[in-house]
């Protein structure tokens, strides 16, 4: 059927003459056709305003209802009637279906990266029926590990990377409660705002981050165009950024300029979980370089201390990967001024390490560590196990302070080992806790533990940053410090899997 007999058979079909045979053909030319599809709406509507129009006018309209067709066909046998008049009811069920009642636009489209973990939840009035995790209205979206990207109907990018707290008021307004966000907003989406504990930020047609959380007061920072940036309290300070511009929220209702860090923002749906990396191949001036692609990445520093003993001096030696860091105890560490991943906040932590065989397990000896020992669960700290009543002696022991989980081989053999710790994710049923122990790639069966859900705390006058080669308690020289050496130490903000622990322990990360 060419465009001209399609048009023919759909005003026969309006005015109600069309026959059966030319319904059939029509039927099938509209479906799955979505040209023809307007254009039948298209007709219709025309149709219907020209029937309003003489109506207006006193003038008695064509027809198109079924007492008129049933009277045109009369002479026809009742069953085919009947079967024309159903077939007509028919097309028009499909047409509304297919054309008239098209699903709208959703709200907000959704991606995120393989490795993420979130939960959406709805407000109560909400009625949604697109999965757990759509998005509408209301919407709350609490983001754990990875990253996600949000598309508004209204064109306006959200780039948010775990962890992350983001509530969908509607496509013009998000309160951002948490996290490191990107907006990229069309100039059709202009007045768009992101609110925050803090800040109220409204957009001018431009490209700008917002960083939000409980340890600091909030920021914006603008890439391009301009904003409007207004704090929340006090004396509710308002400011025009131009392109290059921050602001941090001031504690009485001012705004602060601070330094822009568009690196701390993403561009695009990353696939590598953030990780922080230290080779201990470079060191300068007792400092070692920290690399990775982790936002807190720029801001750390890695030092090496010193012994209290000469002939214990650390530094550096022939490692898995290049050099190595070599340890003698006696307060030879890498004390860092990173806080740590805190809370309950997904996480892995992988490394190569050798401990010599004569090494004594009387003393307890640490591997990593950072957070609070005062609280209960609310330090993170890898040492080796030395008390046998609790599991196997030398072996890997996760503890988070009166909680542990202690793997099966003792580490203590002058050999190179790759250990990896994953807290998050899936829960052991050998320990009805989420952490999990690898050794060479292998996961260790579980030789002892103590349950207790981790809670790391950090930024508490008792917490302690990440340091390595010492426990959190370490007080004494002779008591904590690690002897051995330790090599291509990775902390991620995110669960690994066994392939990925696996990639790392080769050196392909």
């Given at each position: 059927?060419?465009?001209?007999?399609?048009?023919?058979?759909?005003?026969?079909?309006?005015?109600?003459?069309?026959?059966?045979?030319?319904?059939?053909?029509?039927?099938?030319?509209?479906?799955?056709?979505?040209?023809?599809?307007?254009?039948?709406?298209?007709?219709?509507?025309?149709?219907?305003?020209?029937?309003?129009?003489?109506?207006?006018?006193?003038?008695?309209?064509?027809?198109?209802?079924?007492?008129?067709?049933?009277?045109?066909?009369?002479?026809?046998?009742?069953?085919?009637?009947s079967l024309a008049a159903a077939a007509i009811l028919l097309l028009v069920g499909i047409m509304l279906k297919v054309v008239w009642l098209k699903p709208p636009q959703p709200l907000v489209t959704f991606r995120h990266s393989g490795d993420a973990l979130f939960e959406v939840t709805h407000s109560k009035d909400s009625?949604?029926?697109?999965?757990?995790?759509?998005?509408?209205?209301?919407?709350?979206?609490?983001?754990?590990?990875?990253?996600?990207?949000?598309?508004?109907?209204n064109g306006v990018q959200v780039l948010v990377r775990a962890p992350a707290d983001l509530t969908l008021h509607d496509e013009s307004l998000i309160y951002q409660g948490l996290g490191i966000a990107r907006y990229v907003v069309p100039k059709s989406a202009a007045g768009f705002q992101v609110r925050t504990a803090d800040l109220i930020v409204t957009d001018l047609?431009?490209?700008?981050?917002?960083?939000?959380?409980?340890?600091?007061?909030?920021?914006?920072?603008?890439?391009?165009?301009?904003?409007?940036?207004?704090?929340?309290?006090?004396?509710?300070?308002?400011?025009?950024?131009?392109?290059?511009?921050?602001?941090?929220?001031?504690?009485?209702?001012?705004?602060?300029?601070?330094?822009?860090?568009?690196?701390?923002?993403?561009?695009?749906?990353?696939?590598?979980?953030?990780?922080?990396?230290?080779?201990?191949?470079?060191?300068?001036?007792?400092?070692?370089?920290?690399?990775?692609?982790?936002?807190?990445?720029?801001?750390?520093?890695?030092?090496?201390?010193?012994?209290?003993?000469?002939?214990?001096?650390?530094?550096?030696?022939?490692?898995?990967?290049?050099?190595?860091?070599?340890?003698?105890?006696?307060?030879?560490?890498?004390?860092?001024?990173?806080?740590?991943?805190?809370?309950?906040?997904?996480?892995?932590?992988?490394?190569?390490?050798?401990?010599?065989?004569?090494?004594?397990?009387?003393?307890?000896?640490?591997?990593?560590?950072?957070?609070?020992?005062?609280?209960?669960?609310?330090?993170?700290?890898?040492?080796?196990?030395?008390?046998?009543?609790?599991?196997?002696?030398?072996?890997?022991?996760?503890?988070?302070?009166?909680?542990?989980?202690?793997?099966?081989?003792?580490?203590?053999?002058?050999?190179?080992?790759?250990?990896?710790?994953?807290?998050?994710?899936?829960?052991?049923?050998?320990?009805?806790?989420?952490?999990?122990?690898?050794?060479?790639?292998?996961?260790?069966?579980?030789?002892?533990?103590?349950?207790?859900?981790?809670?790391?705390?950090?930024?508490?006058?008792?917490?302690?940053?990440?340091?390595?080669?010492?426990?959190?308690?370490?007080?004494?020289?002779?008591?904590?410090?690690?002897?051995?050496?330790?090599?291509?130490?990775?902390?991620?903000?995110?669960?690994?899997?066994?392939?990925?622990?696996?990639?790392?322990?080769?050196?392909?990360?």
């Amino acid at each position: 059927m060419n465009l001209q007999e399609f048009e023919q058979s759909v005003w026969r079909l309006l005015d109600g003459t069309l026959d059966e045979e030319g319904f059939r053909e029509l039927e099938a030319s509209l479906i799955g056709n979505d040209e023809l599809q307007e254009r039948f709406v298209e007709m219709a509507d025309l149709h219907g305003t020209l029937l309003q129009t003489l109506a207006r006018k006193g003038g008695e309209p064509s027809v198109l209802n079924m007492d008129e067709i049933l009277r045109r066909q009369r002479g026809r046998q009742l069953l085919r009637s009947s079967l024309a008049a159903a077939a007509i009811l028919l097309l028009v069920g499909i047409m509304l279906k297919v054309v008239w009642l098209k699903p709208p636009q959703p709200l907000v489209t959704f991606r995120h990266s393989g490795d993420a973990l979130f939960e959406v939840t709805h407000s109560k009035d909400s009625d949604s029926t697109d999965g757990p995790n759509a998005l509408e209205k209301g919407s709350r979206l609490q983001l754990t590990q990875g990253k996600v990207e949000l598309t508004l109907r209204n064109g306006v990018q959200v780039l948010v990377r775990a962890p992350a707290d983001l509530t969908l008021h509607d496509e013009s307004l998000i309160y951002q409660g948490l996290g490191i966000a990107r907006y990229v907003v069309p100039k059709s989406a202009a007045g768009f705002q992101v609110r925050t504990a803090d800040l109220i930020v409204t957009d001018l047609g431009t490209d700008f981050g917002v960083i939000s959380g409980p340890e600091k007061l909030d920021q914006v920072h603008l890439f391009k165009g301009k904003v409007e940036a207004e704090n929340q309290w006090g004396l509710q300070k308002k400011e025009v950024l131009e392109e290059g511009e921050s602001r941090m929220a001031g504690p009485a209702g001012r705004l602060h300029s601070i330094e822009p860090l568009p690196e701390l923002f993403m561009t695009t749906l990353e696939e590598k979980i953030p990780y922080i990396h230290l080779s201990f191949d470079d060191l300068e001036d007792d400092e070692f370089r920290v690399s990775g692609n982790h936002p807190d990445v720029p801001g750390i520093s890695a030092i090496l201390l010193d012994s209290t003993r000469e002939d214990k001096r650390p530094g550096l030696t022939a490692g898995k990967f290049g050099k190595g860091l070599e340890l003698h105890g006696f307060g030879g560490c890498v004390q860092t001024n990173w806080p740590g991943i805190s809370g309950k906040t997904p996480r892995s932590v992988a490394f190569w390490v050798k401990l010599p065989r004569e090494n004594s397990l009387v003393r307890k000896r640490g591997f990593l560590t950072w957070g609070d020992n005062d609280v209960e669960a609310g330090k993170f700290e890898l040492i080796f196990n030395r008390n046998a009543q609790s599991g196997q002696l030398g072996a890997i022991r996760f503890d988070c302070g009166k909680g542990y989980v202690i793997g099966e081989t003792d580490l203590h053999d002058g050999k190179w080992h790759h250990v990896a710790v994953t807290m998050g994710g899936t829960i052991d049923p050998a320990t009805d806790m989420a952490v999990k122990l690898y050794v060479d790639g292998e996961l260790e069966s579980v030789t002892g533990f103590l349950r207790n859900e981790p809670d790391t705390v950090t930024g508490s006058d008792e917490s302690l940053w990440m340091s390595v080669g010492r426990y959190l308690e370490a007080g004494h020289p002779h008591e904590g410090y690690l002897i051995g050496s330790m090599d291509e130490l990775f902390i991620f903000s995110g669960v690994l899997t066994q392939a990925d622990v696996r990639q790392v322990m080769k050196g392909d990360w």
